[in-house]
């Protein structure tokens, strides 16, 4: 894997999440923010988990210290996740796409690991940055197919997410 590969990853990644939030506009901010007993709930809530966690990775990555997770209350609109949203966007790819190099893709990075992933321990884990830049396309994919599902279920449309079928577009 080389950074071309990593970087037609994220433009799958983000092309598909721009898709996913033209979906999102059918919503109410009422519906989008709706409480949800799946996964971490509300629409809103899968997005801005979303952005915390790749402005969080991608800090990681680029070496600057980590930002303070979002707070979902902090978005109590669409309007408000979508710019928090392409604020991220934007870091991420500037990050992915202009200053990441092959040679940094073997490059490792040590980190805590605490909090829901580990609720009763703390430890140091070790990653390659590829390893982390995948797991962000990997985790948005999760979160997009849930997002999907609650779309559908709002009466929203929704849309085909297969990577192949975006590369065949």
Known sequence: MDIDHIRDLYDYHYALH????GCIDYLTDEQFTQPIPYSIGAVRNHMIHLASADQRWIARVAGVSLPDRLSYDDYPTQAAARAKWDEVEVRVLD???NQITDADLVRVIEYP???AVT???TFTATSA????LVHIVNHGTDHRAQVLRL???FGAPTLEQDMMIYWWE
């Open 18 to 21: 721009r898709k996913v939030w």
């Open 95 to 97: 990050v992915v796409m």
């Open 113 to 115: 690991i605490h909090r």
């Open 119 to 121: 609720p009763d321990r």
């Open 129 to 132: 940055v590829w390893q982390i």
């Open 151 to 153: 779309l559908h279920d």
